[in-house]
């Protein structure tokens, strides 16, 4: 069996929803046949492209007669691996094909959208990398400054490694919010 990669970027743009006369609606062209889900994604197929969408297109594939995807056959139907736990699939079901369905990358980015969802500990576990993290971890300091949880603050603060906000500003923050014990965490925790 076959993998049909999806691609992180576009590969092609989706076509405008075209309407009525008044231009609202879709046409039946544009809905999709079927539907499989991945752990980040909805995989729609369409009768001439595959799409990987999260809120947005973040991937398609045109399966047009030219070949150019490599789908051999008419497309017929997605089928999803109903064994959970993080099996292969979904599958694209042609005529003449039964091709695995992979989205390349799949988790890439998904620390962002966990991050605008203040959900911070999925955040830092697909964060790929310090500055990834960094930006997980000040995000969080700042949440715990405005809910004035200084200690939580420092602690996070004190986990930047990317030298931004600096030592001295950070320092000044805690000293200005008067709480002495969030100031000596941070400075106990980041001089270690």
Same mark, same amino acid.
């Given at each position: 069996m076959r993998q049909l990669p999806l691609g992180q970027?576009?590969?092609g743009r989706a076509p405008a929803a075209s309407g009525g006369a008044d231009?609202?609606?879709? &046409?039946?062209?544009?809905?999709? $046949?079927?539907? +499989?889900?991945?752990e980040y994604h909805y995989i729609l197929l369409h009768p001439d492209r595959l799409m990987a969408v999260s809120g947005k297109v973040v991937a398609e594939v045109a399966l047009g007669p030219s070949g150019a995807s490599g789908v051999i056959g008419a497309p017929l139907t997605l089928l999803q691996d109903g064994g959970g736990g993080?099996?292969?699939g979904p599958y694209l079901v042609t005529s003449d094909a039964l091709l695995e369905v992979g989205l390349l990358n799949e988790g890439r980015g998904m620390w962002r959208t966990y991050?605008?969802?203040?959900?911070?500990? &999925?955040?830092?576990?697909?964060? $790929?990398?310090? +500055?990834?993290?960094?930006?997980v971890y000040l995000a969080m300091a700042r949440d715990s400054f405005a809910r004035g949880d200084y200690k939580a603050a420092a602690s996070q603060w004190a986990r930047v490694v990317g030298g931004r906000p600096s030592f001295e500003d950070v320092a000044l923050q805690l000293v200005e919010a008067g709480d002495p014990g969030a100031l000596a965490l941070f400075l106990s925790t980041k001089l270690q």
């Open positions: 970027l576009p590969l231009g609202g609606g879709t &046409s039946p062209e544009d809905e999709p $046949a079927c539907m +499989a889900v991945t993080g099996g292969a991050l605008e969802y203040e959900d911070y500990d &999925s955040a830092l576990k697909l964060a $790929a990398g310090p +500055a990834q993290r960094d930006t």
